[in-house]
Each structure stands twice: as structure tokens, then as C-alpha cells.
């Protein structure tokens, strides 16, 4: 029945289907990951992927991997205000943690929304030139040329023949494998430990319409993503030097607006938002306390923005703060399938 | 075994045939559009029309809507039943909802605003958690039945926020004993004879939300309403008039 011939079947390697381990509660309460069918989930995928992520030879100089500016021990993030590039300049926004990416349900990446799934977002770094500045004809050139490249894309993609296509369909393959799902909060979910009284009441403040309304926007207990991958003005400035969402869609209504982050793992990822401005957890619930600007497009959720925020107290401020930390997910950052 | 074949041949054949005749008694069934419109007191509602100072409500403030989406269930055109849908203006989404296998026949139309308390069960739609759309448990948990957010000019002509967030209202005054009203409503639209595939416009005059029989003053009502158990029945009441049958093509 098959009409292959012999010469082409000992080609063929059939790279093993890899089912993705989707923590409990995200079976539970949300719909299923996003993963293109052109692009689905290998062994061998992953792995190639992974390897690609922590390799220097996707940069201009060979000085610079994607996890240069997404280091695993940060939640996939780093601890700088802007990164800099290969060649020493720096953007003006802060790197973004990686985790929980197939469940952006939008699919829409960066802080600004301008890329419009995994596998196009990681064509990106590698020419942009405050980045990794380096030219894919190149880079597809190098990987040809490496003694070990062309059998794992053979192996994960049945081909010989590297291009920018393949290196970013692996990487992604290996993105979406970066799940955050097993912090304190979600074993208080699973039923598996209790929450202090300090964290317990930091999370009704968060889920409290009269005080934080955090959850409008980064989840829930029923969205244990911790954001809704949307995008919002949330009342950092009054101008913008940055126009965020506004830049791609050409919309003034869309300036200032930002994607909102998960509040997961913050511990690992300060500094916080789109461009590192707030050093500490502390500044940026001081932010939404009494810090709020207005501006014309400011989010309606921003409720309180003509007297600077939800004003909490000191002891519900640390509260917060308290529940906050409780979302730090130790087992991710130190999954070794993750780490170089 | 040439006979076990011919004699499954002739099963087949006679089956099939007894289908045709069967099918053929009754009328085919139909497909049904059901489509979602916006107006503001009969002008016309986009996304395009968002996110500016364009609209006055009935208590004479300016508003501009920068998020609207809210939830039906139980629709249903005779027997055929949908148990839920979630319509966002501002992204355009889920404003058409299509029914299959529709009795060709008079059907009533008619759904829910929000979910029933029956229906209204904490976390267990994947979807409508996955789009943000739950209650806090101190309020009882379930769903919004509509997130209303956008800004009005106050008396002194300075921008505000208003969060009209419909949900089952709640009296928290014992926060240990929660007191519920179930304030979602049913809208019947009434019997639609069909006698074709048709599409049914279902038109929502947002202004009726700020109308009718409630005159809303934006001054006095404009956030922290999910908790407002009192502000949740003005906005049941006010919802009966926003739903109305619009053209039906057929």
C-alpha cells in the first residue's frame, strides 16, 4: 500500500510525539494549550530547540544566547532595568519572563503585542539589532556547518536543510515546554497545604473590588495563568515616551497600553514592568496604592486614578505583598529539563 | 461467502433506502443565524465607536465605552438549545451564534441575561475562566453576567471611571452569611414561524442600561457595584428593555 521506495524510507526518521505535561489545574479550569498543527511537539523537536536556546551561535558574535536576556534561575527573565545587545546597546524595555507561553491564548507577544505567535516572536531577537544583531542567512549557515546541527534538524524535522523556519519552530517547541504550574498557592488550590492568615487576606485584597481588583486583570484562583494576556494602561504615566500597543495598531486609543504580566514568579523577575521602572514589589503596589497618573487612555479599572489608587493600608499592602510571593514557583526554576 | 456478502449488500441498500423514505415524511430541518447588534437608542455601536466621549446617557452624562462584553445562556429556537455565549463588542466576538437542525416550524426564541443560579456554578467553564470573566468567592463565585468599563465627564467635566459589572447580586452585609438574589433575567423575543434558513438579528440598545425603569446617575453609581447588592437589582431591572427582535431574513 505505501508507495514510498526503499531509498526514501531509510530517510525517514519518525521523531517521537511528546505529550505536553500540563499541570492539574490548568486541565482543570483552562482550555487547552495553543499548539499549531505545522509545528506539533517532538522529543526530538524540544531538544533541538532547547539546545538552540542556550547557544551563543544564533548571535552576530557568538557572545549572546537567548537565554543571555531569559536566564532559567529568573523565571527566564534577567535582573537588568534594559538589556543590552551584543554590541552593548541598550533597549528601552525590560525583558520579559517566559513561562505558561501556549496558554496566550491570543497569541500575541512582546509587551507591545507586535508578534503574532511563538514561532514568529523568535524570529525577532536574533536580527534585531540592539539584540542578538546577527543576519539568519548566516546563522542557518553556521548551524549547517556544525558537526552535530544538520542530524538533530534531520531528526526533529526529516530534513538536511536548516533555515530560520525550522530554528524557530524548534525554539518554540521547546517555549511552550516552560510551564510554571507548582507554586504555594497552587498547592493551597490542590487542597495539598494551608495559606498563612497574612497571605490569605493579601489575596482577598487582590480579589476585592473595594480594595486591590487586582483580578480584572491577572487572574484568579479559576485562571491560575495570573493574567489575562490582554493589554492595559495601568496608569504609569501621563505621557508616553513609549507607545506600546498604540505603535502597532496605529489606534490612539491603544497608546500607553502594555500587555498585562503574570504576577507569577515575581521574586525571580524584578525589575518590574515594561521598561524595569520599579525596583521592589513594594513600589509597585505603592503604584497602584497612591501612584496612579491619568491619562486618556488610562484602563476604567484604574477606578481610583483621581486619588492616586485603592489607597491600602500598610498591613494590607503587606499582605498583599505576602500573597504575591506565595505564587513563586521554586520546582520551576529549578527544573532541571530546563536548565542548560 | 459470495452470499454473506450479497445478503450485507442487499441490508445495506434496503437500509439505506428505508432511511430516504423516512426523512423525506418530515420537512428538512433549518439552519438559524442568530446575530448580536449594537445600537445607542437606535444609532448604530461598534468597536469603532469606542474609546471616545460620543454617547449621553439618559441622566445627561457623556461617556465613552472602552470594554463591553456579556454573557446569555440557554438560548434556545424551539428545541434546539446553545447553553452559553460570550459577546465582546470591542474584539467582535461572539456577536453571531449559528444553530443546525432547526425545526422547520413556529419556534420561540428566547435566552438568559447571564446564568440562572443553577447555571451560575463556580470555575467549571474552561473558557469563560480562561477569558477572566469569574466572581471573586466573597461574592459568591460564578460569573459576570456582563463587564461594562469606560469613563464619563463627572459634574466638574473631569474624566472618571465607571465599572458596570453585572453580576447575581449579593448582600454581604454579614459576610459570613451571604445573601443572594438571583438577578439574571429571561428575555423571550417571542414565535418566529420558519420556513427557511434564516438569520434573526437580536438588537441591544445599550442606552436602556442607563434608562429604563432606572434613571443611573453615573455620579452616584459608577464603581465597586459588583458588591453593591442594591445596584445589581437596579441593573436586572433595567436590562428587560435592552433586548429587542430585530429583522429576520428568511
Known amino acids: 500500500m505505501n508507495c514510498t521506495s526503499k531509498e526514501e524510507k531509510e530517510d525517514l526518521y519518525t521523531p517521537i510525539p511528546y505529550n505536553l505535561k500540563i499541570p492539574t489545574l490548568f486541565a482543570d479550569k483552562l482550555i487547552a494549550p495553543i499548539i499549531p498543527t505545522n509545528n506539533p511537539l517532538t522529543e526530538e523537536g524540544i531538544a533541538l530547540g532547547k539546545k538552540l536556546f542556550f547557544d551563543k551561535i544564533l548571535s552576530g558574535n557568538g557572545t549572546q544566547s537567548c537565554a543571555t536576556c531569559h536566564d532559567p534561575q529568573k523565571a527566564f527573565t534577567d535582573d537588568r532595568q534594559?538589556?543590552?545587545?551584543?554590541?552593548?546597546?541598550?533597549?528601552?524595555?525590560?525583558?520579559?519572563?517566559?513561562?505558561?507561553?501556549?496558554?496566550?491564548?491570543?497569541?500575541?507577544?512582546?509587551?507591545?503585542?507586535?508578534?503574532?505567535?511563538?514561532?514568529?516572536?523568535?524570529?525577532?531577537?536574533?536580527?534585531?539589532?540592539?539584540?542578538?544583531?546577527?543576519?539568519?542567512?548566516?546563522?542557518?549557515?553556521?548551524?549547517?556547518?556544525?558537526?552535530?546541527?544538520?542530524?538533530?534538524?534531520?531528526?526533529?524535522?526529516?530534513?538536511?536543510?536548516?533555515?530560520?523556519?525550522?530554528?524557530?519552530?524548534?525554539?518554540?517547541?521547546?517555549?511552550?515546554?516552560?510551564?510554571?504550574?507548582?507554586?504555594?498557592f497552587d498547592q493551597f488550590l490542590r487542597g495539598e497545604t494551608t495559606l498563612t492568615t497574612e497571605e490569605q487576606n493579601g489575596f482577598d485584597i487582590f480579589m476585592d473590588e473595594a480594595r486591590g481588583d487586582c483580578f480584572h486583570c491577572h487572574g484568579s484562583n479559576n485562571n491560575p495563568l495570573w493574567t489575562d494576556n490582554s493589554f492595559h494602561n495601568n496608569g504609569l504615566d501621563t505621557t508616553f515616551s513609549d507607545l506600546g500597543l498604540g505603535a502597532i495598531t496605529g489606534d490612539p486609543a491603544d497608546n500607553g497600553k502594555f500587555k498585562s504580566p503574570s504576577i507569577r514568579n515575581l521574586v525571580y523577575t524584578a525589575p518590574y514592568m515594561h521598561d524595569g521602572r520599579f525596583s521592589t514589589i513594594e513600589e509597585v503596589i505603592n503604584h497602584y496604592s497612591e501612584g496612579l497618573k491619568p491619562s486618556a487612555t488610562i484602563d476604567p479599572l484604574m477606578k481610583k486614578v483621581n486619588n492616586g489608587g485603592v489607597n491600602l493600608s500598610a498591613k494590607d499592602k503587606a499582605d498583599l505583598k505576602a500573597f504575591l510571593l506565595s505564587l513563586s514557583d521554586l520546582d520551576f526554576i529549578n527544573n532541571s529539563n530546563l536548565q542548560e | 461467502m459470495k452470499k454473506i456478502i450479497s445478503f450485507l449488500v442487499l441490508i445495506i441498500i434496503f437500509s439505506t433506502c428505508k432511511n430516504e423514505t423516512d426523512c423525506c415524511v418530515n420537512l428538512s430541518p433549518i439552519t438559524v443565524n442568530l446575530k448580536f447588534t449594537h445600537n445607542w437608542n437606535g444609532v448604530a455601536l461598534t468597536a469603532a465607536d469606542f474609546n471616545s466621549f460620543k454617547f449621553t446617557t439618559e441622566n445627561g452624562?457623556?461617556?465613552?465605552?472602552?470594554?463591553?462584553?456579556?454573557?446569555?445562556?440557554?438560548?434556545?429556537?424551539?428545541?434546539?438549545?446553545?447553553?452559553?455565549?460570550?459577546?465582546?463588542?470591542?474584539?467582535?466576538?461572539?456577536?453571531?451564534?449559528?444553530?443546525?437542525?432547526?425545526?422547520?416550524?413556529?419556534?420561540?426564541?428566547?435566552?438568559?441575561?447571564?446564568?440562572?443560579?443553577?447555571?451560575?456554578?463556580?470555575?467549571?467553564?474552561?473558557?469563560?475562566?480562561?477569558?477572566?470573566?469569574?466572581?471573586?468567592?466573597?461574592?459568591?463565585?460564578?460569573?459576570?453576567?456582563?463587564?461594562?468599563?469606560?469613563?464619563?465627564?463627572?459634574?466638574?467635566?473631569?474624566?472618571?471611571?465607571?465599572?458596570y459589572h453585572a453580576i447575581r447580586a449579593v448582600d454581604r452585609s454579614d459576610p459570613d452569611n451571604l445573601v443572594f438574589e438571583d438577578t439574571s433575567f429571561k428575555i423571550d423575543l417571542g414565535t418566529i414561524d420558519f420556513t427557511n434558513n434564516a438569520t434573526i438579528e437580536v438588537k441591544i440598545n445599550i442606552a436602556e442600561w442607563f434608562k429604563n425603569p432606572n434613571t443611573w446617575d453615573l455620579n452616584e453609581l459608577n464603581t465597586v457595584l459588583m458588591p453593591?447588592?442594591?445596584?445589581?437589582?437596579l441593573m436586572s431591572a433595567n436590562g428587560k428593555s435592552v433586548f429587542s427582535l430585530g429583522e429576520i431574513t428568511q
Open chain 1, 82 to 184: 534594559f538589556s543590552d545587545g551584543i554590541d552593548g546597546i541598550f533597549g528601552n524595555r525590560n525583558s520579559m519572563p517566559l513561562f505558561n507561553l501556549a496558554w496566550n491564548f491570543d497569541e500575541r507577544f512582546f509587551w507591545d503585542g507586535r508578534a503574532l505567535s511563538i514561532e514568529r516572536q523568535a524570529f525577532e531577537p536574533v536580527t534585531n539589532p540592539i539584540e542578538m544583531h546577527a543576519n539568519w542567512a548566516i546563522v542557518a549557515n553556521k548551524l549547517q556547518e556544525h558537526s552535530e546541527y544538520p542530524i538533530l534538524f534531520k531528526q526533529a524535522f526529516g530534513t538536511l536543510t536548516i533555515d530560520s523556519t525550522l530554528v524557530t519552530k524548534a525554539i518554540a517547541q521547546f517555549e511552550r515546554t516552560i510551564i510554571s504550574g507548582n507554586s504555594k
Open chain 2, 61 to 163: 452624562e457623556t461617556i465613552s465605552i472602552e470594554r463591553l462584553r456579556y454573557l446569555i445562556s440557554n438560548i434556545s429556537i424551539g428545541n434546539t438549545i446553545k447553553d452559553y455565549n460570550l459577546v465582546n463588542i470591542g474584539e467582535n466576538t461572539g456577536s453571531e451564534i449559528t444553530f443546525e437542525e432547526v425545526n422547520q416550524e413556529s419556534n420561540l426564541l428566547q435566552f438568559t441575561f447571564g446564568f440562572a443560579d443553577e447555571d451560575n456554578i463556580d470555575g467549571v467553564y474552561q473558557d469563560l475562566n480562561s477569558a477572566s470573566f469569574n466572581v471573586p468567592s466573597m461574592l459568591g463565585g460564578g460569573y459576570h453576567f456582563m463587564q461594562f468599563d469606560g469613563k464619563y465627564k463627572d459634574t466638574n467635566n473631569q474624566d472618571a471611571n465607571f465599572n
Open chain 2, 228 to 233: 453593591n447588592f442594591e445596584a445589581q437589582k
